[in-house]
């Protein structure tokens, strides 16, 4: 039962990352779900279609529009994809497949080389990668990112009384949360709680990276 689970789930993670690979060429110019009204609209646009490109849309595009499924959760695995493309495209480049390798296995290796995430806190095990990712494990990867990226950390950090929903947390994801909240790589929601333990969608992985990349987009906690 555990099999047919995981191939099921291999085969949605195929669909959703993989149409890239079979349809590199074709240009999207839009997408059928996303509008410029949307609060992601940008950042949507900037990551998919910009000259990064770390977004892929989940179907083929028809006539250049495609679609992007902004309110579908984004897994571990597919956030670290993104973000490994971007941080560490020449180790990716580099990077020798074994046999058994598995389609993400480069991309878990060199992030983990790079000290985008430890093998304490990421498994290298498939149903914890395909999971959704939260909100506090996001956290810890933008702020890593950030720090490999050269971007030093503020001396400023938000207390618990501004993220009034940090109670239970690990020391370590705490800082974490706290540290991306202050740099504004995420923020929190209208009712000022962050939600830590809420898994992300592709519209708002798409604003963190979006974030991360162009700081001077950012809504800092000094600038609220």
Known sequence: MKR???????????????????????????????????????????????ELKLFKGKTE????????????EMSRIEFLVVITRYLCRDELDA????????WYTPY????????????????????????????LEMAAILVRAASLFGEELPPYIASKGEIPDLEGLAPDNELSVRQAFTMGLLNGYDDGTF????C?????AAMALYNLIKPEARRSVLDR
């Open 4 to 50: 047919a689970v995981a191939l099921l789930i291999a085969l949605n993670l195929i669909l959703s990352l993989g149409f890239a690979a079979l349809a590199e060429e074709i240009e999207v110019t839009s997408f059928s779900d996303v509008t410029e009204s949307d609060w992601f609209y940008s950042a949507v646009m900037e990551m998919t279609n910009g």
């Open 95 to 102: 990077a020798i497949s074994e046999p058994g390798d598995t």
């Open 195 to 198: 939600r830590p333990e809420v």
């Open 200 to 204: 992300l969608t592709r519209a708002e």
């Open 108 to 135: 878990y290796n060199v992030a983990l080389a790079s000290g985008i995430i430890t093998e304490a806190s990421w498994p290298y095990e498939f149903l914890f990668l395909s999971a959704p990712i939260p909100r």
């Open 61 to 72: 595009p028809v006539g250049g529009v495609g679609t992007f499924e902004p309110q579908t």
